[in-house]
């Protein structure tokens, strides 16, 4: 597992909360225009992109294509582990139950690294 590029992510989406969102891959449009992720009204960051944790995965890998299996196969992980990081519903239901209570971005944001957190911690197996 590439711990070292997951800390990573993890440090990019803390830095600016709008950068992160867990609905779709990766959004890119103009620095501050207005958008509804996930149903809640923001505006991008500016670098102009939004992405989850497996868009991040492969844009700060600066990869060709953004697609979920090439984030997995950049982190060295499973099919299964992907699925247990990469999708909200597949969360362990603490982080999963936070997540879907509340639409700030910094709590959002702070409760994706410790998502990632845990992951690392457990070696994929949560």
């Known amino acids: 597992m590439n711990v070292k590029l997951l800390r990573k992510v993890k440090k990019h989406i803390l830095q600016e909360p709008r950068r992160f969102f867990m609905e779709k891959l990766v959004e890119k449009g103009k620095p501050g225009q207005a ?3 996930d149903g809640i009204p923001r505006s991008l960051p500016a670098c102009g992109t939004a992405a989850c944790i497996a868009g991040w995965v492969c ?13 997995e196969e950049i982190l060295g992980i499973s099919d299964d582990e992907g699925e247990r990081l990469f999708f909200v519903p597949s969360w362990p239901d603490r982080y999963r139950s ?5 639409t700030d971005l910094r709590a959002r944001a702070k409760i994706g690294a410790n998502r990632i957190d845990h992951f690392i911690k457990t070696k994929g197996a949560e």
């Open 98 to 102: 936070k997540w879907r209570t509340t």
């Open 35 to 37: 958008v509804s992720l």
């Open 59 to 71: 844009i700060l890998e600066k990869t060709v294509q953004v697609d979920r299996r090439d984030a």
